[in-house]
């Protein structure tokens, strides 16, 4: 049976963050239309694919796991929750499935949990792929350098520059303004600025202006010491120019990238305003991973039949054949064992030559 | 981690030549790329870099989807399609304006839908806006001084360069309103996996841009 990869991998997530004190939350297939039409400003497509019930009622196909997590929960207390869905969301082509795998942190989140979160971000990534970056920014501490630099009237389209790292477009918008030098050097450097955090942060705090600044500065600094507490080597850095979530995140926000995939993986962040739109206390931080986006990069493998060809004689003994399948299998390769090669293709190709394997030329 | 090869979408035509060459005394040759041949793509193993050219409407396209790291477009193509990459630098190449013009006697009548012939319908849109006037867009993929010729429109929202092709069709330029030029492009994850060579690559053509004044 082929069992598609974030399925595979959904499974091992799920048993990671378990250890971390996880519980499974499951979604109902369908939820009510109204739920989602109240909050269309938290969902990443505004186009929710609905139907209406036996009984009348107007009813939703799965457009986010998020704000069904947030309906239902009850209390102060703190709550960890993760999951595997396939939500429904539309784009110019249509409506398309997208498989995601993510966790939820609800309640009194401190400096602790979410250091928990981003290194369990690190850890899926890791899952995915070894080559992988995460990214983090604070909001906070971009919006208002930019909220410094210009009037509030141009404060999107300054927003709109730094998100594409356009030093062109911030120094004519800066210079328009008649911005404070200073601050519109900051506002390049640090948007044009990519580096780990050891490097970034005291950029930053070089660059503090307000209590504000300052408070998301040290929030950083002590997120990413967190980090380094449970994974020293995680892949970490600060990229000041991501704002693409600014009506859905605040505060911490962090993405996902591996090698190879032309598109961010993970996107994850701070969440508070979701709750006191929907009339709950306290904070909350989650992320998802999107396996659709995985897709191409999970192609590779499956244009082979097998990682290993193991090319036999009709007079080689079984038990010979046998122990060299072994001894491949224990390299972690799948073996396609035959005597002729055939159409089947594989990553490599071995032959039993007395006894022994040998790379087939 | 190892040296990454950096992928460059290069529009066809004049101005991807101009760029390739700034590329090339920046540091980026591909000398194969100057031979006339078939081929689509010309890479050179020795400073790990890629060329391909491609239409220039569809250089932000392949930069989006990850094809190519990094690509040349114009400040107008990005403006109107809005590709979620990052614009990195202002190369000063090709410039030229967005610009509304007509027939030289033309008089608004500001009780009228004012008629709009563009191939840049968003752009056009956006500054109408921005104005407050009521438009109707006629979306054309070429010829765009006809419109208002024959009537089709009452004016254009198009580039000029020289201004030569208005002026033999007695149009005038009411108003230039967006400066444009090339722009080197990245695709933004690219940008984080190759960001020593592609801040490399950024530096050596600021550095030619600097020194030659362009």
């Not at chain 1, 990214?135 to 630099?149: F, P």
């Not at chain 1, 039949?305 to 038990?319: E, I, Q, R, S």
């Given at each position: 049976m082929n069992i598609r990869r974030d399925e595979m991998s959904a499974y091992a997530l799920r048993e990671m963050y378990r250890l971390y004190g996880y519980a499974w939350y499951r979604m109902g297939k369908f939820e009510e239309y109204e739920l989602y039409a109240r909050n269309k400003s938290f969902l990443r497509s505004e186009r929710i694919l609905t139907f209406t019930d036996v009984d009348g009622r107007l009813m939703a196909m799965k457009p986010d796991v998020t704000l069904s997590i947030v309906k239902n929960r009850s209390g102060e207390k703190l709550e960890k929750l993760c999951y595997h869905e396939t939500v429904l969301r539309a784009d110019e082509n249509g409506f398309r499935q997208i498989p995601q795998t993510g966790l939820e942190c609800l309640g009194p989140v401190d400096d602790y949990l979410q250091s928990e979160v981003l290194m369990l971000a690190c850890r899926s990534l890791e899952t995915v792929d070894a080559d992988y970056l995460l990214?983090?920014?604070?909001?906070?501490?971009?919006?208002?350098?930019?909220?410094?630099?210009v009037p509030e009237e141009q404060r999107d389209d300054l927003l709109e520059a730094v998100g594409r790292k356009n030093a062109s477009a911030i120094r004519e918008l800066c210079a328009n303004a008649g911005t404070d030098p200073a601050v519109a050097e900051d506002l390049l450097a640090l948007t044009a600025a990519y580096a780990a955090p050891e490097e970034m942060l005291p950029r930053m705090r070089a660059a503090v202006r307000t209590d504000s600044m300052e408070a998301a500065c040290r929030e950083l600094e002590t997120v990413a010491e967190g980090v380094r507490g449970f994974l020293p080597e995680a892949k970490i850095r600060v990229d000041l120019s991501m704002l693409d979530d600014l009506h859905y995140y605040n505060g911490l926000i962090f993405r996902g990238?591996?090698?190879?995939?032309?598109?961010?993986?993970?996107?994850?962040?701070?969440?508070?305003?979701?709750?006191?739109?929907?009339?709950?206390?306290?904070?909350?931080?989650?992320?998802?991973?999107?396996?659709?986006r995985l897709e191409r990069?999970?192609?590779?493998?499956?244009?082979?039949?097998?990682?290993?060809?193991?090319?036999?004689?009709?007079?080689?003994?079984?038990?010979?054949?046998?122990?060299?399948?072994?001894?491949?299998?224990?390299r972690g390769l799948s073996v396609l064992a035959r005597t002729e090669a055939g159409g089947a293709r594989t990553r490599y190709r071995f032959r039993m030559e007395k006894g022994e394997v040998v790379p087939d030329e | 981690m190892s040296e990454r090869w950096l992928n460059i979408a290069l529009p066809k035509g004049r101005l991807g030549e101009q760029v390739y060459d700034a590329l090339e005394r920046a540091g980026y040759p591909c000398p194969e790329i100057r031979e006339q041949s078939r081929k689509l793509i010309f890479e050179n193993p020795a400073c790990r870099v890629r060329y391909f050219w491609a239409k220039p409407t569809d250089v932000p396209v392949y930069v989006e989807r990850g094809s190519a790291d990094l690509g040349i477009a114009g400040r107008d193509i990005l403006s109107e399609h809005r590709p979620d990459v990052y614009d990195l630098l202002d190369l000063g190449f090709g410039r030229c304006d967005m610009c509304v013009a007509g027939p030289a006697d033309y008089r608004e009548d500001p009780d009228a839908v004012l008629r709009v012939a563009t191939k840049f319908p968003r752009i056009a849109k956006d500054y109408y806006t921005g104005r407050g006037r009521d438009i109707d867009i006629i979306r054309l993929n070429g010829s765009i001084e006809l419109a208002p010729i024959v009537g089709l429109s009452d004016v254009i929202v198009d580039i000029v360069e020289s201004g030569k092709t208005l002026q033999e069709n007695g149009l005038v330029v009411f108003e230039k309103f967006l400066p444009i030029s090339a722009h080197l492009i990245a695709n933004k994850v690219s940008y984080k996996f190759s960001y020593e060579e592609i801040r490399r690559l950024c530096e050596g053509l600021e550095a030619l841009r600097q020194e030659e004044g362009v």
């Open positions: 990214d983090i920014s604070h909001l906070g501490y971009i919006t208002e350098l930019a909220a410094l630099a990238m591996v090698a190879g995939v032309p598109f961010p993986v993970l996107s994850g962040g701070r969440y508070d305003s979701l709750l006191a739109r929907m009339g709950k206390s306290g904070r909350a931080i989650g992320f998802a991973i999107y396996w659709d990069s999970d192609r590779e493998p499956e244009n082979y039949d097998a990682d290993a060809m193991l090319l036999y004689g009709a007079d080689t003994p079984p038990c010979e054949t046998a122990a060299a399948v072994r001894a491949l299998r224990g | -």
